[in-house]
């Protein structure tokens, strides 16, 4: 037996995201062979959807750029440094969009929010293809959503250069950087 619940959607509603159950992944190709992967764990922001209008929907998110964990403290310590994030000067990676294009409104839906990423206090426009996966009750009596997300950049765009050109040809580190993005917010 399947039990559906039924959830009413308000207009507009703004949402926390929950830091314990959101991940910020990324990948990027290491010797020109093999995909790296790593996360990012301190990440807070709000989502305003707007289910009449979602071009008044909005996203923004702040990132710990120091919070960047491979699971390999001598590669996250250099992704920290100068080298890469500068997490020291650059402590936040930030995302905030301009618009919201499609809906949202089913688990499945696909919709595109389009914004700016700054990274290491450079800003370039990204395109986030996102996915609406549900929304519930939790045990507490809140209302949860979750959402998730993809998108590539190339890491030469915001300053991070560094690289090392290898013996065999190609180069140390892949230039395109691949996000992926699981939220659960909270309703406020």
């Given amino acids: 037996m399947t039990v559906t619940r039924t959830i009413e959607r308000t207009a507009t509603r703004t949402w926390t995201i929950d830091p314990d159950h959101s991940m910020v992944e990324f990948s990027a190709k290491h010797l020109m062979i093999t995909t790296v992967k790593g996360r990012f764990g301190a990440v807070a922001g709000t989502i305003v959807t707007d289910v009449d209008d979602p071009t008044k929907s909005s996203v923004n998110v702040t990132v710990g750029a120091g919070s960047i964990d491979t699971r390999t403290e001598q590669r996250d310590q250099h992704l920290r440094s100068p080298d890469f994030l500068d997490a020291e000067r650059f402590p936040a990676i930030t995302f905030v969009s301009r618009r919201v294009e499609g809906r949202a409104e089913r688990p499945g839906d696909e919709f595109r929010v389009i914004g700016d990423l700054t990274i ?44 090392q050109a290898l013996e065999a040809g190609g180069v140390l580190v892949g230039n395109e950087v ?11």
């Fill in 120 to 163: 290491r206090g450079t800003t370039r426009e990204v395109v986030l293809a996102a996915s609406f996966e549900g929304e519930g009750r939790d045990p507490w009596g809140g209302t949860r959503a979750s959402y998730s997300a993809t998108t590539r950049i190339d890491r030469r765009d915001f300053g991070l250069t560094w690289n």
């Fill in 178 to 188: 691949k996000i992926s993005l699981e939220v659960q917010a909270t309703a406020a």
